[in-house]
T-cell receptor, first 109, second 116 residues
């Protein structure tokens, strides 16, 4: 299994839709997990941290299943401005961040 | 909000030339990093730096690469003899590292390096 694996997409959804992204990780000792957002040719920006079973912030919900080594990100009521690449990120024990390849989301009117 | 500043935003260089990418981390952060992202690929770790020395480096970070914190504020990445495959976006980051929240990690806006 790759260190961090994501479906690359793209996911093309209409405004108002609910969309979910999945991520699997290989290191069962990992304690915390992150979802970052990256716009085209820009730096990654932290969207959400997940270190227990889940986290919710407005329209965004992240869930963690440690037994399956699986993290998900749910976006409700998609906006045009949500169009971006969503990166699943797992920190190593030595503090470097291990990035997935990202899942591209395109929200259309 | 504190920022990590990178210069230049875009650098074009000839193959074989040396380049220095510059970064000003957030002033009270103690951990500094370089990552790179080749177009269309994932973000990859290059090197981490703490207490004026390299704490970890990836296999990408070979003898052609070096990092320095010359004056207590700047953090630089030097590529001694650039190759075409070094063309990428290079991101500097700094953190005060809380493994639980990750919120201490801040990325700069990147330097796009094009080797011709």
């Amino acid at each position: 299994r790759k260190e961090v694996e994501q479906d690359p997409g793209p996911f093309n959804v209409p405004e108002g839709a609910t969309v979910a992204f999945n991520c699997t990780y290989s290191n069962s000792a990992s304690q915390s997990f992150f979802w970052y957002r990256q716009d085209c040719r820009k730096e990654p920006k932290l969207l959400m941290s997940v270190y227990s079973s889940g986290n919710e912030d407005g329209r965004f919900t992240a869930q963690l299943n440690r037994a399956s080594q699986y993290i998900s990100l749910l976006i409700r009521d998609s906006k045009l401005s949500d169009s971006a690449t969503y990166l699943c990120v797992v920190p190593s024990p030595t503090d470097k961040l291990i990035f997935g390849t990202g899942t591209r989301l395109q929200v259309f009117p | 909000e504190p920022e990590v500043t990178q210069t230049p935003s875009h650098q074009v260089t000839q193959m074989g030339q040396e380049v220095i990418l510059r970064c000003v981390p957030i002033s009270n952060h103690l951990y500094f990093y370089w990552y790179r992202q080749i177009l269309g690929q994932k973000v990859e770790f290059l090197v981490s730096f703490y207490n004026n020395e390299i704490s970890e480096k990836s296999e990408i970070f070979d003898d052609q690469f070096s990092v320095e914190r010359p004056d207590g504020s700047n953090f630089t990445l030097k590529i001694r003899s650039t190759k075409l495959e070094d063309s990428a976006m290079y991101f500097c980051a700094s953190s005060d590292w809380d493994p639980r929240t990750g919120s201490g990690y801040t990325f700069g806006s990147g330097t796009r390096l094009t080797v011709v």
